[in-house]
């Protein structure tokens, strides 16, 4: 039942592979089994289904019923344990519960810094959940907490570096590192899940300056200046202020002042909004470290076949979230994103 269940969940047969897995189990679980490897095995696979299915509740409740089972049989030191509870986190982040899913990923990645090091790449993909829950938190506290999104964001930077230094550490290996004894293919498995988490931390910086944009759009007016002008200057679409200096590093917003539109006038506020210099180095630095894998012969392949999706998804969210940016007509980033589309062509063409 349970391979046929896989057969189908590959041909998209999914509510049919889920009802087989269902009942995968229960012979299982009747049988005295429930708790066993091969049961384990089978629930973490439906529970992969019910997400898929959209049944995020069950999905929920098993996942749940799977870390508890780890946690009575290995404990919370267990690389097991962890990789069950980083499941259950996802499941949560889906269903709006980020601050427990929070909880959950830092107590992961004291077990897995504690288990394996600082720099492993297990520890690197925790960082790169929770950095993907600061931009989460980000969106919810937007409209309320402008101070709390600037610590998210903050934070969100933090934990996407030490991402990226992780997976460049194992990418370029030191002398004393490649001196010791790996398999090959240990060491392309290896390199293949550090590109991995490389393309998703490199997308979370796009994501990152859109999230400061976004901040800075629900930011609240330096000063506001009341203008009232003729309703006969507005029809036609546009008008010319000649006498009002922005000050340097300033947005400037117009729209009509509610409820003070009259026949003959309406008044503008124009908005003086503050920022902060945009980060375009870090920007910059993504794309550079995204153009230089698929140059660089050791990582080109992977970005080509194993990774390609991926690959592709990453460059469009860096290009696009900066798109309207101030620092994209800079002559030297116009050049680094032709050199990207060029990419971008030749995987298409591939």
Known sequence: MYLLARVLSQQR????????????????????????????QRMMFHSMELMNLKQLDEAENLRRKILHIMELSKGWDSLGTTAAAVQLSVTLVALGKLRE???????CLAVRKKILSEDHIQVASILVHLARLSLLRII?????????????????????????????KILNPSREDQKKPKNAFGIELERIAATGILLEALEI??????????IQAWAPANSVLLLRLPREHMKHGYFKIDVVR?????????????????????????????????????FEQALRRWVSLYNEPRTRNIVSNALRPLYMKCWRTLVGATRHAPFMDAPH???LLAESQQIMKELGGE
């Open 205 to 214: 910086v796009g994501h990152l300056d859109s999230g400061r944009m976004a």
């Open 13 to 40: 047969k999914r509510k049919d592979a889920e009802a087989l897995l269902r009942e995968s189990i229960r012979i299982l679980e009747e049988a005295g089994l429930g708790e066993s490897p091969a049961c384990l």
């Open 333 to 335: 980033l116009q050049d």
């Open 140 to 168: 919810s506290d937007i409209k309320v907490n402008n101070d709390l999104c600037r610590s998210h964001l903050v934070r969100g930077k933090r934990l996407v570096n030490d991402a990226i230094r992780i997976a460049e």
């Open 246 to 282: 922005i000050p340097d590093k300033c947005w400037l917003f117009i729209w009509p002042a509610k409820y003070r539109i009259s026949l003959r006038y309406t008044t503008l506020r124009i908005h003086f909004n503050k920022f902060e210099k945009f980060d375009y180095e870090h």
């Open 101 to 107: 899913s929070e909880e959950l990923l830092q107590r």
